[in-house]
């Protein structure tokens, strides 16, 4: 699946279950747009203005915060491959005492700048992607 497919297959998520933030990200984009006409997002109607991408054969993200996003913001996070998700490729969210199964084709929204969260490597042999979305905090001021 395209990274185009994951940032757009999440659109209508984020505007249901987060619409004041939806709402804040799609104002900010209009404005940046107005300001600087030049700049442009990584997906045509994405409200979110940066992406990551790691299509290693294993993406395996130490626990982390993405501490330069916004403070209250939401990220989606997608997940691809092909590997047992029973076995490996857990979303661990440690200072909620959660090690959630996240397989191939899932995706979840967090707030990535205060949450402290990571996944677990998958066996050898096994495939896992994963795709990112968020807006530094520094935009919103």
């Known amino acids: 699946m395209s990274a185009h497919i994951y940032a757009h297959s999440s659109l209508g998520a984020f505007a249901f279950y987060f619409p004041k933030h939806y709402i804040s990200y799609a104002e900010l984009r209009k404005t940046l747009l107005a300001r600087h006409p030049g700049l442009r997002y ?3 109607g994405s409200p979110f203005a940066a992406q990551s991408t790691n299509y290693s054969r294993r993406a395996v993200t130490y626990e982390h915060t993405d501490c ?3 403070a209250d913001g939401i990220c989606p996070i997608f997940c691809s491959g092909d590997f047992d998700p029973t076995k490996g490729g857990h979303l661990i969210l440690r200072e909620l005492n959660l090690l959630i199964e996240f397989p191939p084709g899932a995706f979840i929204f967090i707030p990535s700048a205060i949450l402290l969260h990571g ?4 066996a050898p042999g096994e495939q896992r992607e994963s795709f990112t979305q968020f807006t530094a905090g520094g935009l919103f001021r």
Not at 119 to 122: E, F, L, M, S
């Open 119 to 122: 996944n677990v490597d998958i």
């Open 68 to 70: 330069a996003n916004k």
């Open 42 to 44: 990584p997906f045509d």
